[in-house]
T-cell receptor, first 112, second 108 residues
């Protein structure tokens, strides 16, 4: 059974629209993260949350807004989508800070 | 910012042989993780080290925080070991900084 679920697996959006990427983890972890992998680049850290509180934000744009409705959920809302936002977005979780991180299967976003 | 330099970018091994992948860090890192990307694009956890060495089957990893590097050794390579391997270094915060990956091809 998958322990970290990301939905949808693939997503196509038009420029200027808004989308929400879903992430749920069933590992009982207290920390959750978002990373992004653009074409031919390494995975890049975006956000970290611990006990549903924002701990670190390395994303310059306010168009990216994490949302944590429950301890095991960390969704990512992206507004005013641009073609440059096209990437695979990975959610991850760890038991706590300074612990092994486990990654979801990713959501591949294409912005036309 | 923090950087992780991973080498080699590509590696070809004959079945039964071995080699090592390496990551160098530009700053002191707290821990390192090694992953393999499977055919579906998912990241499979291989190792998490805060110091020293760990071994799991034909894989062995080492991390030296002071010298700012980590290695992943593969011995007796098998066809199913083919894939892309990534190191990721954990800084003093929450962030993992990923290397650019090593594409490993094991042939008969």
């Amino acid at each position: 059974d998958p322990k970290i679920i990301q939905k949808p697996k693939y997503l196509v959006a038009v420029t200027g629209s808004e989308k929400i990427l879903i992430c749920e983890q069933y590992l009982g972890h207290n920390a959750m993260y978002w990373y992004r992998q653009s074409a031919k680049k390494p995975l890049e850290f975006m956000f970290s949350y611990s006990y549903q509180k924002l701990m670190d934000n390395q994303t310059a744009s306010s168009r990216f807004q994490p949302q944590s409705s429950k301890k095991n959920h960390l969704d990512l809302q992206i507004t005013a989508l641009k073609p440059d936002d096209s990437a695979t977005y990975f959610c991850a979780s760890s038991q706590d800070r300074h612990a092994e991180q486990f990654f979801g299967p990713g959501t591949r976003l294409t912005v036309l | 910012g923090d950087q992780v330099e991973q080498s080699p970018s590509a590696l070809s091994l004959h079945e039964g042989t071995g080699s090592a992948l390496r990551c160098n860090f530009t700053t002191t890192m707290r821990a390192v993780q090694w992953f393999r990307k499977n055919s579906r694009g998912s990241l499979i956890n291989l190792f998490y080290l805060a110091s020293g060495t760990k071994e799991n089957g034909r894989l062995k990893s080492a991390f030296d925080s002071k010298e700012r590097y980590s290695t992943l050794h593969i011995r007796d390579a098998q066809l199913e070991d083919s894939g892309t391997y990534f190191c990721a270094a954990e800084d003093m915060g929450y962030k993992l900084t990923f290397g650019t990956g090593t594409s490993l091809l094991v042939d008969p």
